[in-house]
């Protein structure tokens, strides 16, 4: 099987959902922040071991909200759609930390992976502010791109702050 398709030639793509779209579309745009984020992730995981687990439950989750954008629509259906319930998982996890005082720089890799991670989510999160105003996306799945940037926060300043005792021992 060939990977290229030659569609692309003329500026158009096909969606998961065999939508033919301009490449310059909201769906293309939203996968492709999605794409960056979860390249991000997959760094995260290299450096953070401790947060494998959740980093790869959280890739799988937007491996299906890129499902859902690129079938083209509210309610289509994907296997494994985000639900309340991984948005209370979220902050289960989160609750897990103790809350960071304080802004700080992110100095460790590690830690400043998952500051980057954050930072193309809160990307992603801007893109889909539009999308859910126009109702074009589930409620479930904007809060939990909200969580998730939050969440990131949190487990790459708890990476920092532990470096930073373990290097002044």
Do not use: H
């Amino acid at each position: 099987m060939k990977i290229y398709t030659k569609v692309g030639d003329e500026g158009e793509t096909v969606t998961y959902g065999d939508l033919k779209v301009p490449k310059d579309s909201c769906i293309i745009d939203l996968n492709g922040y999605i794409d960056a984020l979860q390249s991000s992730l997959d760094f995260c995981c290299i450096y953070n071991k401790e947060f494998k687990e959740i980093i790869e439950k959280i890739n799988k989750k937007l491996w299906q909200l890129g499902g859902e954008i690129s079938l083209g629509g509210i309610g289509k259906k994907v296997r494994y759609p985000i639900t309340n319930e991984d948005i209370i998982e979220i902050e289960l996890y989160m609750d897990e930390f103790s809350f960071p005082r304080n802004f700080i720089r992110f100095t460790k890799l590690g830690s400043a992976y998952l500051n980057e991670a954050r930072v193309r989510c809160r990307i992603l999160e801007r893109e889909l502010t539009q999308v859910l105003r126009a109702g074009l996306i589930r409620e479930e799945v904007y809060k939990y791109i909200n969580r998730l940037s939050d969440l990131l926060f949190v487990m790459s300043y708890k990476i920092e702050v532990r470096n930073v005792k373990f290097n002044k021992k």
